[in-house]
Nanobody, 124 residues
Framework: QVQLAESGGGPVQAGGSLTLSCEAS??????????AGWFRKAPGKVQEFVAA????????WYADSVKGRFTISRDNAKATVWLQMHNVNPDDTGVYYC???????????????WGRGTQVTVSS
């Protein structure tokens, strides 16, 4: 199994930038074998997929709402995944969850391992 710990959340003004980090512990070989990504949950809204990266970082996927503004990356040697957020807006507010073993095989993104989340609050 793998444990995920997010960091880097906090308040940010609209138009600003923020970088979230996710460090994996436990089975390093497991973490590096599967896609990893980020989901978010805003107040009053359903949880939604944000971004994912393949096991080797060679492929990335983004929700339409963040495409061109967010960048996901990973370093398997450090067992870490990052989410760089640029030009944020109030709709980006929410709790951001790091995930491992994520896929869209069912037609929508799901994940088997979740972190506890980090709060991002964008003020206008």
């Amino acid at each position: 199994q793998v444990q995920l710990a997010e960091s880097g959340g906090g308040p940010v003004q609209a138009g600003g930038s923020l970088t979230l980090s996710c460090e994996a512990s436990g089975r390093h070989d497991f973490f590096t074998s599967y896609a990893a990504g980020w989901f978010r949950k805003a107040p009053g809204k359903v949880q939604e997929f944000v971004a994912a990266t393949s096991w080797d970082g060679g492929r990335t996927w983004y929700a339409d709402s963040v495409k061109g503004r967010f960048t996901i990356s990973r370093d398997n040697a450090k067992a870490t995944v990052w989410l760089q957020m640029h030009n944020v807006n109030p709709d980006d507010t929410g709790v951001y969850y790091c995930v491992s073993d994520t896929n869209a095989d069912s037609g929508s993104w799901t994940a088997n391992y979740w972190g506890r989340g980090t709060q991002v609050t964008v003020s206008s």
